[in-house]
């Protein structure tokens, strides 16, 4: 049987690239976060597993063969199961979600720690606070004007901790970070020697509950947003 594997999110991506072995212990592919492979499943085997090099531990959810077939795309999942710090340390699992899809529709799923947490939380703000219930994802940007040209910056995040935010010079694309927490105290994003007309981008970005940003040209702030105090008093413990 051959089907398609989709490495969707991974937290150990960027030390190894994660092994998919079948019930006989075999290791049939390697992949690593963001990309697609076929992979051939041999008609012995009886499940399928993940595991990385560095830790002996196999991911403890279980792929059953019986539940695929020939052409579906397996999208799979591996995150930290407990707290963040111990996970960061290998002390923990190493759960591995997955969603089988046929023709992009889902045909079965074991969610996430994260994902069920979110549908948890989800459930329980629209049965008691209707319309206030968390997003999938969260998008905002800011724009500005200066000598004619638009300067504009997005950022977005979801609740699997992944997240962007992104500079544009008139919908070119200049500088991305993917960092989860910015320092307000750092640039975030940034460009130099744009034009005869500008010099300098730089982006700094703070707050407690909602992001704040300030775009500075040249030297010279032309759009901030206002913080408020709790903003500030956060901004104390972080260094330059």
Avoid at 55 to 76: F, T, Y
Avoid at 115 to 134: E, H, Q, S, W
Wanted: aromatic content about 12%.
């Amino acid at each position: 049987m051959k089907i398609v594997l989709h490495y969707k999110f991974g937290n150990w991506s960027l030390l190894q690239p994660l092994g998919i072995y079948d019930s006989n212990d075999v290791c049939l592919i390697k992949i690593w976060r963001g990309q697609k492979k076929y992979l051939e499943i041999p008609e012995n085997a009886e499940f399928l597993y993940g595991k990385v090099d560095f830790d002996p531990r196999k991911m403890r959810a279980n792929v059953r063969v019986q539940d695929l077939s020939e052409g579906v795309c397996l999208e799979i999942d591996d995150g930290w199961d407990g707290p963040f710090i111990k996970g960061m340390l290998g002390l923990n699992g190493l759960p591995l979600a997955f969603a089988i899809k046929d023709y992009g529709e889902i045909v079965l799923e074991n969610l996430s720690i994260k994902d069920r947490l979110v549908r948890l939380i989800n459930k329980f703000l629209k049965t008691f606070f209707p319309g206030i219930a968390m997003k999938e994802s969260n998008y905002k940007e800011w724009s500005v004007n200066f000598s004619g040209k638009t300067i504009k910056v997005s950022n977005w995040w979801d609740w699997k901790m992944k997240g962007s935010a992104d500079l544009y010079l008139d919908d070119e694309h200049l500088d991305k970070n993917t960092d989860m927490i910015a320092n307000p105290k750092k640039v975030l994003l940034s460009k130099y020697e744009v034009s005869d007309e500008i010099k300098s981008i730089e982006v700094f970005a703070t707050g407690a509950f909602k992001i704040k940003i300030a775009i500075i040209v040249n030297g010279d702030v032309v759009l901030r947003d206002k913080l408020s105090l709790i903003d500030r008093f956060a901004n104390i413990f972080f260094l330059k």
